[in-house]
Every structure is written in structure tokens, then in C-alpha cells.
């Protein structure tokens, strides 16, 4: 068995959540986006997240709005929607239920 498709695989499970989480404190950049995961121990490419921002904008999720940038192009700022704060609330309790449900599963002292 190849440890290396699993690990990828778990990581892709959360990483929509992760992002969606950044966002929702307030708009996002994606270079900022892939810093504060990488500060944060989680890998993140750009071309993961740009198709996976794009999908999200397409099913309404996100939003976003072009911003001047003192040093360079016009940068495209990203939000959730209404319709992607009732979807993180959705995914938000999904995660606890699993953070929960696996910590209990893979403790230790039992």
C-alpha cells in the first residue's frame, strides 16, 4: 500500500474546509490563502487552489472582486456568498462530527 495516496487523500478531505475557513474571516487573496496553510503545516499549490476557487465560484459559493495592487496587476479578492456561509455551516459541523468521532476512535488510553 502506498502511504504517500493515502496521505494526499486525507489531505484533499479537509482542504476545501480549510479554505473556505480562511476566507470566511474576511476577503482572501490566494497567494495569502496558500501562506497562511503553509504557516500553518499545510501544503497548498496554486494549482490546486485556483481550480478548486473556481469551482466554488461557479456553484455560488464564493464571490470575488478585483482590487488595485500597488505593486503589480489587479488582484481578484475572494468571500463567500450567503449561499457559501450556509454551506460552511453545513461543512463546519460535519468536520466536528468527524474531529470528534475519529478522536474517540483513535484514542489511546482505552
Given at each position: 500500500m502506498n502511504i504517500e495516496n493515502t496521505q494526499s487523500q486525507m489531505r484533499k478531505g479537509v482542504l476545501e474546509?480549510?479554505?473556505l475557513s480562511i476566507i470566511k474571516r474576511g476577503e482572501a487573496?490566494?497567494?495569502?490563502i496558500i501562506d497562511e496553510m503553509k504557516s500553518?503545516?499545510?501544503?497548498l499549490l496554486e494549482g490546486t487552489?485556483?481550480?478548486?476557487l473556481n469551482r466554488l465560484k461557479n456553484a455560488e459559493i464564493l464571490t470575488y472582486q478585483w482590487v488595485e495592487?500597488?505593486?503589480?496587476?489587479p488582484?481578484?479578492?475572494?468571500r463567500l456568498t450567503e449561499k457559501g456561509a450556509k454551506f460552511y455551516t453545513l461543512l463546519e459541523a460535519t468536520?466536528?462530527?468527524l474531529a470528534t468521532g475519529v478522536s474517540v476512535v483513535t484514542r489511546q488510553d482505552q
Open positions: 474546509y480549510c479554505i487573496y490566494p497567494g495569502d500553518a503545516g499545510l501544503q487552489l485556483y481550480p478548486l495592487s500597488s505593486s503589480g496587476p488582484r481578484k479578492y475572494f468536520w466536528q462530527e
